[in-house]
């Protein structure tokens, strides 16, 4: 089984800046992609940033320029550096990994979620 434990999220004024974690762990044999996603209440869960195994990246246009995203392979560990943070950001922000690994004695890739975690950024 495949978890995703995220941290990192906490009350902030506007203009500051949050550093988020998100690091998998169990049977992992590889790691496709790696993405955050953000939700407020009554709408729709939407990507924030994303990062691919060959490194290439990808960012919501609300938040290019204020964020960055970056992976360490040998920990399995993404991370979204969040700078210059608005009030608009507030959100519960989730990891999403696609990985290589086994279930139910069938190895492929699968998708899974974090539990989220919140960010919020007063005015």
């Known amino acids: 089984q495949v978890q995703l434990l995220e941290s990192g999220g906490n009350l902030v004024q506007n203009g500051g800046s949050l550093r988020l974690s998100c690091a998998a762990s169990?049977?992992?044999?590889?790691?496709?992609?790696m993405a955050w996603y953000r939700q407020t209440p009554g709408k729709q869960r939407d990507l924030v940033a994303s990062i691919n195994n060959d490194g290439t990246t990808n960012y919501a246009d609300s938040v290019k320029g204020r964020f960055a995203i970056s992976m360490d392979n040998t920990k399995n560990t993404m991370y979204l550096q969040m700078n210059s943070l608005k009030p608009e950001d507030t959100a519960v922000y989730y990891c999403?990994?696609?990985?290589?690994?086994?279930?139910?004695?069938?190895?492929?890739?699968?998708?899974?979620w974090g539990q989220g975690t919140q960010v919020t950024v007063s005015s």
């Open positions: 999403h990994a696609d990985v290589e690994t086994i279930r139910v004695l069938t190895r492929g890739k699968y998708s899974y």
């Open positions: 169990g049977t992992i044999f590889s790691i496709f992609t």
